[in-house]
Antibody
Framework: EVQLVESGGGLVQPGRSLRLSCAAS????????MHWVRQAPGKGLEWVSG????????GYADSVKGRFTISRDNAKNSLYLQMNSLRAEDTALYYC??????????????WGQGTLVTVSS | DIQMTQSPSSLSASVGDRVTITCRAS??????LAWYQQKPGKVPKLLIY???TLQSGVPSRFSGSGSGTDFTLTISSLQPEDVATYYC????????FGQGTRLEIK
């Protein structure tokens, strides 16, 4: 059974940084691309960033480009999101999501439970 | 950027009803269209991909159709457990979600 467990969320002041982690199990982690998708309170889904199986392809939404950095450690079956210069509009539940493919296809077939990031002074 | 527009935004139907949700892309996306179900307080779940292919384990009352710019999600006989918000999403390139359709039981 695929398990994706996010951690690292919390309350942070505007302009500060936060690093999210996602621990994966139940599948061969380095066979698949991985993503972060977020959902602001009471709002819809927004893709944030994705990384291919070997980190050779990386993509970001325009809303986070230059501020967020995605990475993965296949030896540790882990996905990360370094979030800098946080803004109030980054407040959301951040989901770790598995792609159906090794390349970036953006088809999310498994999701974690999410970790809540709140940006507020 | 390609925009995805769903209609209606909310829908109320009776158990046993046939329910249809539509999704329109601002440009043609071939069949790179997925549908997700998000039950209240739960994680999104992939229902359908490639516009009409049912994800493993999804009940057969769900179906999808369309290609190009116009797509539909159909529930042939609405069940109480289908109460959820449904999102369409284009994939294969920088993804965009529709705004969601909230489905309730009348």
């Amino acid at each position: 059974e695929v398990q994706l467990v996010e951690s690292g969320g919390g309350l942070v002041q505007p302009g500060r940084s936060l690093r999210l982690s996602c621990a994966a199990s139940g599948f061969t982690f380095d066979d698949y691309a991985m993503h972060w998708v977020r959902q602001a309170p009471g709002k819809g889904l927004e893709w944030v960033s994705g990384i291919s199986w070997n980190s050779g392809s990386i993509g970001y939404a325009d809303s986070v480009k230059g501020r967020f950095t995605i990475s993965r450690d296949n030896a540790k079956n882990s996905l990360y999101l370094q979030m800098n210069s946080l803004r109030a509009e980054d407040t959301a539940l951040y989901y770790c999501a598995k792609d159906s493919f090794s390349r970036l296809e953006w088809l999310f077939d498994d999701w974690g439970q999410g970790t809540l990031v709140t940006v507020s002074s | 950027d390609i925009q995805m527009t769903q209609s209606p935004s909310s829908l109320s139907a009776s158990v046993g009803d046939r329910v249809t949700i539509t999704c329109r892309a601002s440009q043609g996306i071939s069949n790179y269209l997925a549908w997700y179900q998000q039950k209240p307080g739960k994680v999104p779940k992939l229902l359908i991909y490639a516009a009409s292919t049912l994800q493993s384990g999804v009940p057969s009352r769900f179906s999808g159709s369309g290609s190009g710019t116009d797509f539909t999600l159909t529930i042939s006989s609405l069940q109480p457990e289908d109460v959820a918000t449904y999102y369409c999403q284009k994939y294969n390139s920088a993804p965009t979600f529709g705004q969601g359709t909230r489905l309730e039981i009348k």
